[in-house]
């Protein structure tokens, strides 16, 4: 079966739970980082491996579920367990998910991580805006045919975090008094963390943060002509700028405790995003 076939098979399996209702929006949650999924509506829950050609994760703190439901009136589709290349999947298994997301109507994608900071000023419990990101997995979800019906064969990048956006991100978090960052995102494949050596090569090029996702589903939403916000939940200094030796558990434990303040600012920039229906229809009630 052809990508894109088992891709409309996994949307018409979720359209049909969902009814007529187009999704706006579609949040990808990081480790320990899914409680946001409470902050929403739910209409239907289902667990990845439900649905047709999903692919399964396998790492611990990575519920694989996807929730759809209401926020402030629009509708929202929540993924909570993305899979990573590391696991040993295909970058085009990495990007299933949100490709089959642009088939229920997503139009913008709102995308968390936990990552490590690579900047001696961004410290541990900060939220960082993505402003760019360099790809250092060595590969790319697009190699391959060009699935025409998704997008071009060489698709501009030159804002892939949206600008509009980003300044959405820093209103919503100054109105909300959360201390926001900005930076550029580097994605190594791992899964081992960096050597001390790489963390200093990467400051060199410009990196801000480092971590093993997010950038593969940013090149294919791009592709699809998804506009992107980024947000980086800062849960370590990155090898050889911290104290500690790095564990996931550590790693999972930082990120659960940013996402009382990752899931305030979520909630306000996606309703600033998809337009807060309920006002909407207070007015037109009026
Ligand atoms: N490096 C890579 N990925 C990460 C890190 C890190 O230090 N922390 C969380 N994800």
């Not at 071009?152 to 600008?163: G, N």
């Amino acid at each position: 079966m052809k990508i894109i076939e088992k891709i409309k098979d996994a949307a018409g399996f979720l359209q049909k739970s969902i009814g007529a209702d187009k999704v706006e929006a579609g949040v990808i949650l990081g480790s320990g980082l899914g409680s946001f999924a409470e902050q929403i509506q739910e209409v239907f829950s289902v667990p990845t491996d439900k649905i047709p050609h999903w692919p399964k994760s396998t790492v611990k703190g990575h519920k694989g579920r996807v929730v759809l439901g209401r926020l402030s009136g629009s509708f929202i589709a929540i993924v909570q367990g993305r899979v990573h290349f590391y696991e040993g999947y295909s970058l085009k298994d990495v990007v299933f998910g949100i490709r089959v997301l642009k088939y229920l109507g997503m139009k913008s994608l709102v995308i968390t991580n936990a990552a490590g900071s690579t900047n001696p000023d961004i410290l541990p419990g900060s939220i960082m805006i993505i402003k760019d990101h360099i790809n250092l997995i060595g590969s790319d979800p697009l190699i391959g045919e060009n699935i025409d019906e998704l997008g071009p064969r060489f698709p501009d990048m030159s804002e892939a975090f949206c600008m509009e956006y980003r300044d959405a991100a820093k209103k919503a978090a100054e109105n909300l008094s959360i201390k926001v960052y900005e930076g550029v995102l580097a994605a190594t494949h791992g899964p081992s963390y960096e050597t001390p050596a790489e963390v200093k090569a990467l400051r060199l090029l410009g990196a801000d943060a480092v971590c093993m996702s997010t950038v593969p589903e940013v090149i294919a939403a791009n592709h699809m002509g998804v506009k992107v916000l980024g947000l980086s939940c800062i849960t370590n200094m990155a090898s050889g700028l911290g104290e500690s030796n790095l564990t996931h558990e550590d790693v999972e434990n930082t990120a659960k405790s940013i996402s009382y303040d990752l899931n305030r600012l979520l909630k306000s920039v996606l309703i600033d995003i998809t337009g807060d229906k309920q006002v909407i229809s207070r007015r037109e009630m009026q």
